[in-house]
């Protein structure tokens, strides 16, 4: 018998299947970018690779909250996450964050840049989908959007001068909004 969750979102016009591809190719976007961060954080080196430093390791960090979020909500929706780890991260929504081949400050902040405005469009998308249907997944991919959004406007900061309104978080990767449906 299916969940009620799940029959009434299917009443409201919601294709299941397609909330599920959506959901996991995000996911696996958010696994794949905290990878990759990892990678572009040990190459922001020097005086001027330090000043970044901070600010990659939170977009890192809550971009593998993101992950969490969703695997949560992929689960109850009746879906699952590909057993085979290799077939997931090709599944994901934006290309790989890969450190370029001159890691430059300017050079990776291009390719944070890029990995956080690709987020925002995959939340856009998600809402825009689930608006009025799915108010749980609504709300979660809401939280995500949010912190998408400061992550990008912090790395177009760095790398413009325009100003974003960023403030450091109060401890590494808060999660500020997608914090309170970790289960951890
Ligand atoms: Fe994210
Ligand atoms: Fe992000």
Same mark, same amino acid.
């Given at each position: 018998?299916?969940?009620?969750?799940?029959?009434?979102?299917?009443?409201?016009?919601?294709?299941?299947?397609?909330?599920?591809?959506?959901?996991?190719?995000?996911?696996?976007?958010?696994?794949?970018?905290?990878?990759?961060?990892?990678?572009?954080?040990?190459?922001?080196?020097?005086?001027?690779?330090?000043?970044?430093?901070?600010?990659?390791?939170?977009?890192?960090?809550?971009?593998?909250?993101?992950?969490?979020?969703?695997?949560?909500?992929?689960?109850?929706?009746?879906?699952?996450?590909?057993?085979?780890? &290799?077939?997931?991260?090709?599944?994901? %929504?934006?290309?790989?964050?890969?450190?370029?081949? +001159?890691?430059?400050? /300017?050079? !990776? #902040?291009?390719?944070?840049?890029?990995?956080?405005?690709?987020?925002?469009?995959?939340?856009?998308?998600?809402?825009?989908?689930?608006?009025?249907?799915?108010? &749980?997944?609504?709300?979660?991919?809401? %939280?995500?959007?949010?912190?998408?959004?400061?992550? +990008?406007?912090?790395? /177009?900061? !760095? #790398?413009?001068?325009?100003?974003?309104?960023?403030?450091?978080?109060?401890?590494?990767?808060?999660?500020?909004?997608?914090?309170?449906?970790?289960?951890?």
């Amino acid at each position: 018998m299916a969940r009620r969750n799940v029959e009434l979102i299917k009443r409201a016009g919601v294709d299941v299947d397609r909330l599920l591809d959506l959901l996991v190719r995000a996911a696996s976007a958010e696994f794949t970018t905290y990878y990759y961060y990892t990678i572009l954080r040990m190459n922001a080196t020097g005086l001027e690779g330090e000043a970044i430093k901070e600010i990659i390791e939170d977009a890192r960090i809550e971009d593998r909250n993101h992950f969490e979020a969703l695997a949560i909500r992929i689960y109850e929706l009746g879906g699952q996450l590909p057993n085979d780890i &290799r077939e997931f991260s090709n599944l994901a %929504a934006c290309s790989n964050a890969k450190l370029p081949d +001159e890691p430059t400050v /300017e050079n !990776l #902040l291009k390719v944070l840049l890029d990995a956080e405005r690709c987020a925002v469009g995959v939340y856009t998308e998600i809402l825009e989908y689930v608006h009025g249907k799915d108010p &749980r997944t609504y709300d979660i991919a809401l %939280a995500i959007l949010h912190e998408e959004i400061e992550h +990008e406007s912090w790395f /177009e900061e !760095l #790398l413009t001068g325009k100003p974003s309104g960023h403030f450091r978080r109060r401890a590494p990767g808060e999660s500020p909004y997608t914090s309170r449906f970790l289960k951890t």
